[in-house]
């Protein structure tokens, strides 16, 4: 499956053409990563945004002060994190780690920026998923 093809078949990303896609590919890589490689840590600057092509990235908030890992997410094929950190232009919120043997597509903020300003309702999209993840966030600091 091509990269192009890729991108159009990830549900926030819908729509984009083929000149979107060159766009976008001008910033990306396509990067092979072992299983157990974190990808960043909690509080690390937010420099990419990453689309899983094949394989799985745990998504959780280190133990800290004698509490618990917590779950945020188990992500697999065609599904994207990393975009909290670069709408938000904060620190990454949680860690992320390869679950298994992974393939990741890693864009880089231009290429995040390429696709936000050629898109308005890709935006909304992304903005949606930004949100949920969000207020889901806030839940599990809670509890």
Do not use: H, W
Not at 35 to 50: C, M, S
């Amino acid at each position: 499956m091509s990269i192009p093809s890729v991108l159009k078949n990830i549900k926030a990303l819908k729509g984009l053409s083929e000149d979107d896609c060159k766009a976008i590919l001008e910033n990306t890589s396509l990067d092979k990563i072992a299983k157990d490689q974190i990808l960043f840590n909690e509080g690390d600057e937010g420099n990419a945004l990453y689309i899983i092509r094949r394989g799985k990235v745990r998504i959780y908030k280190p133990a800290t002060n004698g509490q618990e890992k917590i779950e945020i997410a188990i992500l697999g094929e065609k599904q994207f994190f990393g975009e909290m950190a670069l709408i938000a232009n904060q620190k990454r919120s949680a860690t992320a780690i390869t679950v298994e043997d992974s393939e990741l597509y890693v864009l880089t903020p231009k290429a995040f920026n390429v696709l936000i300003e050629k898109n308005p309702k890709m935006a909304s999209r992304i903005s949606e998923e930004f949100m949920r993840r969000l207020n889901e966030n806030i839940r599990n600091d809670i509890s």
